[in-house]
């Protein structure tokens, strides 16, 4: 299973906003529609962002956003901040209980 | 508060095996799927094997395919991952995590330091 295509880098300003995207194959993604994000910061455990495509978690800020077209999902953070800048990555169900992970994008704030 | 703690990591000759655990607080354990999740020095996340809740249902990456065993205790909250002919590309930071009914992954353990090394 290879892993699913995601920017190495993304950057923008405070205030601004920055979309991530998550490329795979009709079988990484398959007819499902659960589709997850992390973010990491430098020396922390993965923190779940967005699961289900869109869904926010509790305490996960209405900056972060989810969507998903065809075989690419997206993760939007609005408004950034500086407590932002972090790796992000997503996830797919693959079908068969087997998941693949994105390779990963560092968003700088710049 | 649900929370999961990994241990058994450390450094290791290749060929030789390691057994992780992970022990779960704060949550029904036994109600859940549970899996590993590793990621190289530098490197992305990778998923590496799961569990369903009564064990029935197991699965692997490629890459640890029948060389890496997933098990776990109901009844003391337990889930480990037996390591066998370990590899220098298994050096990773390995989490345990719980997979919720939407497939996704929530919480993460800290994670525990597997090195493959001579």
């Known amino acids: 299973q290879s892993a699913l295509t995601q920017p190495p880098s993304a950057s923008g300003s405070p205030g601004q906003s920055v979309t991530i995207s998550c490329s795979g194959t009709?079988?990484?993604?398959?007819?499902?529609?659960?589709v997850s994000w992390y973010q990491q910061h430098p020396g922390n455990a993965p923190k779940l962002m967005i699961y289900?495509?869109?869904k926010r978690p509790s305490g996960v800020p209405d900056r972060f956003s989810g969507s998903k077209s065809g075989n690419t999902a997206s993760l939007t953070v609005s408004g950034l901040q500086a407590e932002d800048e972090a790796d992000y990555y997503c996830n797919s169900y693959a079908g068969g209980n087997s998941y693949v992970f994105g390779t990963g994008t560092r968003v700088t704030v710049l | 508060e649900v929370q999961l703690v990994e241990s058994g990591g450390g450094l290791v000759q290749p060929g030789r095996s390691l057994r992780l655990s992970c022990a779960a607080w704060?949550?029904?354990?036994?109600?859940?799927?549970m899996h590993w999740v590793r990621q190289a020095p530098g490197k992305g996340l990778e998923w590496v094997s799961g569990i369903s809740w009564d064990s029935s249902d197991i699965i692997y990456a490629d890459s640890v395919k029948g060389r890496f065993t997933i098990s776990r205790d109901n009844a003391n909250s337990f889930l480990y991952l037996q390591m066998n002919s370990l590899r220098v590309e298994d050096t990773a930071l390995y989490y345990c995590t719980k997979r919720n009914s939407g497939r996704h992954f929530d919480p993460w353990g800290q994670g525990t330091l597997v090195t493959v090394s001579s």
């Open positions: 289900e495509v869109k």
């Open positions: 009709s079988s990484d993604f398959g007819a499902y529609n659960y």
């Open positions: 704060g949550f029904t354990f036994n109600d859940y799927a």
